[in-house]
Nanobody, 114 residues
Framework: QVQLVESGGGLVQAGGSLRLSCAAS??????YGWFRQAPGKEREFVAS???????AYGDSVKGRFTISRDNAKNTVYLQMNSLKPEDTAIYYC??????????WGRGTQVTVSS
């Protein structure tokens, strides 16, 4: 059974940091991604990383967020620094074994206060 479980969300003041984790089980994935969705907004791409640890970032988080993965633990991380109130959203972990992200976690809430 494929399962992605996020953790690490919470409430933080602007300028602070959080690290999200996503533990995967049940399948081998070639790429992981983090997405977020704020109330009333569309889902937004945050970051991705493939098996070779090549990464990509959305424009709004470049230079502040870092994605990494531990292949031995089947876990991907999102280190979020210099957080802003506009980073407030539910953050979702996603994974793909092929071309499309077809496995999703339930999400973890990140709230940044001003």
């Amino acid at each position: 059974q494929v399962q992605l479980v996020e953790s690490g969300g919470g409430l933080v003041q602007a300028g602070g940091s959080l690290r999200l984790s996503c533990a995967a089980s049940g399948r081998t994935f070639i790429s992981y991604g983090w997405f977020r969705q704020a109330p009333g907004k569309e889902r937004e791409f945050v970051a991705s990383i493939n098996w070779a640890r090549n990464s990509a970032y959305g424009d709004s988080v470049k230079g502040r967020f870092t994605i990494s993965r531990d292949n031995a633990k089947n876990t991907v991380y999102l280190q979020m620094n210099s957080l802003k109130p506009e980073d407030t959203a539910i953050y979702y972990c996603a994974a793909r074994a092929g071309q499309n992200y077809d496995s999703w976690g339930r999400g973890t809430q990140v709230t940044v206060s001003s």
